[in-house]
């Protein structure tokens, strides 16, 4: 079992930056690809990004390429979402994920292939 608190949520002006925070209990972290989502108000759930187990891959929906960035410390059993140049349309409450398939090794964007999910943290760019 593995539980997923995440942090760093917030209100920001457009153009303005956060970074999320998403900490993993359990000792085997790095067996875990972690992926980032978010869902905003009367919208589905959609994927943002993944890293997988080692840290060595990573992979961005095109909505977020080039501004954020998803990174990873097994150390720590936390996973980081750099989030840059804001837009309103980034508001969303944010959920990270962990998905044991593959001892880690891939990098998916469907939600089903996750295994644990956190409880989200609000997110508002406000224009």
């Known amino acids: 079992q593995v539980q997923l608190v995440e942090s760093g949520g917030g209100l920001v002006q457009a153009g303005g930056s956060l970074r999320l925070s998403c900490v993993a209990s359990?000792?085997?972290?790095?067996?875990?690809?972690m992926g980032w989502f978010r869902q905003a108000p009367g919208k589905e759930r959609e994927f943002v990004a993944a890293?997988?187990?080692?840290?060595?891959?990573?992979y961005y929906a095109d909505s977020v390429k080039g501004r954020f960035t998803i990174s990873r410390d097994n150390a720590k059993n936390t996973v980081l979402l750099q989030m840059n140049s804001l837009k309103p349309e980034d508001t969303a409450v944010y959920y990270c994920?962990?998905?044991?398939?593959?001892?880690?090794?891939?990098?998916?964007?469907?939600?089903?292939?996750?295994?644990?999910w956190g409880q989200g943290t609000q997110v508002t760019v406000s224009s």
């Open positions: 890293i997988s187990g080692s840290g060595g891959r990573t």
């Open positions: 359990g000792r085997t972290f790095s067996n875990y690809a």
């Open positions: 994920a962990a998905d044991r398939g593959y001892y880690g090794g891939r990098t998916s964007t469907r939600d089903d292939e996750y295994d644990y």
